[in-house]
């Protein structure tokens, strides 16, 4: 991995919450709607935010302890809760468009990798008017089948790849371990952003901490 973080990086990949949305009132309010309804105990609220960035089935079977058919109805009440309610309970990081403005603007192509489902990152960021910042917006699968980071950075790999764009020196920015760990599963390097839900252990890994959105430029640009 050392060498693709020494050379200019052709392409880069930006984790959706917690990196460019505070998107946690919406999901941890949606989150509590949907254990009130099964009756379930409802964690506290820093249990609550370990939600935001992982895929919600693993959050609804690692944090709420839910079993798979649990985790499966859970998932069916939070969408259309989320769906109706809670997806626009979010606000873009202040300093994050320009940080992203002036990436493309070097002429980096920018995508989005998340693990939030696909069609509804396109309704978010379509909503907030950040969607013509990228080229590819690549998310989980309806299924929940695709929804592990490294499986949706190999999917946004392969939009890319449709698009005539460069992806042999990519970089993921993110705020959790899993951006970090599935980046690294593609032998890529990654970028930490402070400012997002994850713990500062979290990136242990990461080439690159950006303390600030505006410190993104120079770390991506800058090489």
Known sequence: MSDLTLAPFSVVLVDLDGTIMDSAPGITATLT???????LPIPPPGRLLEFVGPPILDGLRDLAGLDPEQSQEALRIYR?????????????????RQALEAIRDAGLPLAVATSKPELQARRILAHFDLDDLFLVIAGASEDEARSEKADVI??????????????????????????????????????????????PAEAAGAFAIAEAPADLPRIVTTR
Not at 33 to 39: K, V
Not at 179 to 193: I, K, N, W, Y
């Open 33 to 39: 709607r949907t254990l009130e309804r099964m009756g």
């Open 80 to 96: 259309a809760e989320y769906g109706a309610t809670g997806a626009f309970d979010a606000r873009p990081y202040p300093g994050v």
């Open 154 to 199: 190999a999917w946004a790999l392969r939009l890319l790849t449709r698009e005539g764009i460069d992806v042999s020196r990519p970089v993921m920015v993110g705020d959790r371990i899993h951006d970090v760990e599935g980046a690294a599963l593609h032998g890529m390097p990654s970028v930490f952003v402070r400012w997002g839900y994850g713990d």
